[in-house]
C-alpha cells in the first residue's frame, strides 16, 4: 500500500508542491492579520477561511480527475492489476493520496490558528471549538470536491472536471454560509462524501481498464 501511494504522490508531485506553497501563503497572510487587527476583532480572521474553500473547491476536483485521467490513458490500473494489486488497493491508494494533499494545506494552517489564538487572544473556549469546527467543515468540503473529481475524471475532457469545480463554488460555499460550519454542514457533506465514493467504487470496479 505504501508502494501505491509513494507512487500517487510522485504522480501528482505538482499538487502537493501547490498544496504547500497555499498553505505558507495563507499562514503569512493570517499571521498578518493577527498582527494588524484589534484585540477583540482578530476572530475576524476566520474569513480567511472562505479563500481556502474556494480555492479547494476548485483544485481538489482538478487533481481527483487528473488522478483517473492519467490512470485512463497511460493505463496504469491495468499495468498494476498484472503485477496481483487488486482494484480496491489502487483506488484506496489514490484516495489517500488526495485526502494527504488537502491535510497539506489544512493542518498547517489550523497549527498556526490555534497557536495564534493562544498568543493573541483571551482562553475562550469558543475560539478552539470554531476552529475546529472550520477545520473539519473545509476538510470535508474539500474532500467532497475531490469525489466529484475522482468521478468526472473517467470522462474524455479535462474541461469537465473544472468547470464542475466553480459550479460547486456557487453551491456549496453558499451552503456553508447559510449552514454554518456547524454540525448540519457537516453531516450534509459526510452523506455527500459517501454516495460519491461507493458511486466511485462501484464504477472502478466495473470498467474496463
Known amino acids: 500500500m505504501f508502494t501505491l501511494i509513494k507512487r500517487e504522490i510522485q ?22 492579520a493577527m498582527y494588524h487587527t ?3 476583532e482578530r476572530p475576524v480572521f476566520i474569513g480567511l477561511s472562505l479563500p481556502v474553500i474556494v480555492i479547494l473547491i476548485i483544485g481538489c476536483p482538478a487533481m481527483g480527475a487528473n488522478q483517473m485521467y492519467t490512470d485512463r490513458t497511460r493505463k496504469i490500473s491495468a499495468l498494476l492489476s498484472t503485477l ?24 498547517p494552517l489550523t497549527i498556526t490558528a490555534v497557536l495564534l489564538l493562544r ?19 473545509t476538510f470535508l468540503m474539500g474532500l467532497a470536491c475531490y469525489c466529484i473529481g475522482l468521478l468526472t475524471g473517467w470522462t474524455s475532457s479535462k474541461i469537465t472536471p473544472t ?13 456553508i454560509l447559510v449552514k454554518g460550519f ?28
Open 84 to 107: 496481483a494489486v487488486s482494484r480496491n488497493r489502487i483506488l484506496l491508494a489514490r484516495i489517500i493520496t488526495g485526502i494527504l494533499a488537502i491535510l497539506t494545506v489544512l493542518v
Open 38 to 40: 484589534e484585540l477583540d
Open 163 to 175: 468547470l464542475g469545480g466553480l459550479v460547486l463554488t456557487f453551491v456549496l460555499v453558499p451552503l
Open 182 to 209: 456547524g454540525s448540519h454542514a457537516i453531516i450534509i457533506l459526510i452523506l455527500f462524501i459517501g454516495a460519491s465514493l461507493i458511486h466511485t467504487w462501484q464504477k472502478f470496479m466495473s470498467t474496463s481498464l
Open 119 to 137: 498568543l493573541f487572544t483571551p482562553p475562550i473556549p469558543i475560539y478552539s471549538g470554531l476552529v475546529s469546527e472550520i477545520f473539519a467543515a
Open 11 to 32: 504522480d501528482h508531485i505538482a499538487y502537493f508542491l501547490g498544496a504547500a506553497i497555499l498553505s505558507a501563503i495563507l499562514i503569512a497572510l493570517l499571521i498578518s
